[in-house]
């Protein structure tokens, strides 16, 4: 015996944001949600984590799932993210690959899609970054990208410009079921407010420094408490790194470069809770945390968020 429900026309459904890393992803879930959600940088493996942001209009709750960028990993780290990505391809409506338009679609984006071969689940090839290519270079972008799989849907926008970004969230829509609502309205995220926390920290020192010291990062929030009469949260979390000599160059001379950081952040936090923040910062140590597979999940990257 089987039931059928009438939903009224109402779609919804889960979408998986994959690419190589700096594909674009977190960026466009940002332009979708209107705000900022997920943090951005041009570094590699910014996004460690594997979080859902959720639309809900009267018509339709979209459920966008974002993904470490697919990658030949290189360490412990690498191996867990990868993990996270690909099982985030699992049971869900729709896969959303993302190709920079401004980079040659490589062997990269061939692994990437190769992983995809494998699943029978709606895909669509989504061209990123189209501000920084002229149309010509867009069409032979598209040409190129087309190749790699079979694709259901083809679609060109730029989060930063807020190109077409509506044009995507309408592709992926047509796509989906009718279904419930499986998330509360006003609902965004998933991502408990500790780990929203320690990735917006994350974010203002992958911004502040470049080569290694941004991967041998690792942010945890240790406390976190409201008080309700001041308005105020009080946060105090923990900026791991791998070496002493990268624990100097966090702190900065005579603590300049902590306490910028902390700055920056702690505007980004008032924003988000709506709240004054009292942000306490502290550096420490420890040794080669990206090949240790459980200090990994114990900072709640990949697989342990």
């Known amino acids: 015996m089987t039931f059928e429900h009438d939903f009224g026309g109402f779609k919804s459904g889960f979408v998986t944001l994959v690419g190589r890393p700096n594909a674009g992803k977190s960026t466009l879930l940002n332009a979708i949600m209107g705000k900022k959600i997920a943090i951005t940088s041009n570094t590699a493996q910014t996004t460690r984590h594997r979080f859902r942001a959720v639309q809900t209009t009267a018509d339709h709750q979209l459920i966008l799932v974002d993904t470490p960028g697919i990658h030949k990993p290189h360490d412990a780290l690498g191996e867990e993210l990868n ?72 679609i060109a926008c730029s989060a930063t410009a807020n190109d077409n970004v509506q044009g995507f969230v309408d592709t992926v829509v047509n796509l989906l079921p009718e279904g419930p609502q499986w998330f509360p309205a006003d609902m965004e995220t998933d991502q408990p407010l500790e780990v929203i926390v320690a990735e917006f920290i994350r974010e203002k020192i992958l911004r502040s420094f470049r080569d290694e010291i941004p991967h041998a990062i690792g942010v945890q929030t240790e406390e976190m408490r409201y008080q309700r009469k001041k308005d105020l949260y009080n946060i105090r979390a923990i900026v791991y790194v791998e070496h002493e000599s990268q624990k100097g160059m966090i702190i900065g001379k005579q603590g300049s470069a902590i306490k910028r950081i902390g700055t920056e952040a702690r505007e980004d936090l008032e924003r988000i809770l709506g709240a004054r923040v009292f942000l306490d910062l502290r550096v420490k140590v420890k040794k080669n945390w990206r090949r240790d597979a459980t200090q990994i999940r114990r900072f709640g990257y990949g697989e342990g968020a």
Not at 108 to 117: H, I, S, T, Y
């Open 83 to 154: 993990t996270s990505a690909l099982k985030a391809l699992e049971d869900v409506d729709v896969i959303a690959m993302l190709v920079d338009s401004s980079q040659p679609v490589g062997t990269g984006d061939e692994w990437v899609a190769n992983q995809l071969a494998r699943i029978r689940t709606t895909k669509v090839l989504v061209l990123s970054k189209t501000d920084l290519v002229s149309d010509d270079e867009l069409i032979a972008q598209r040409d190129a990208a087309s190749k790699l799989a079979k694709w259901d849907e083809v």
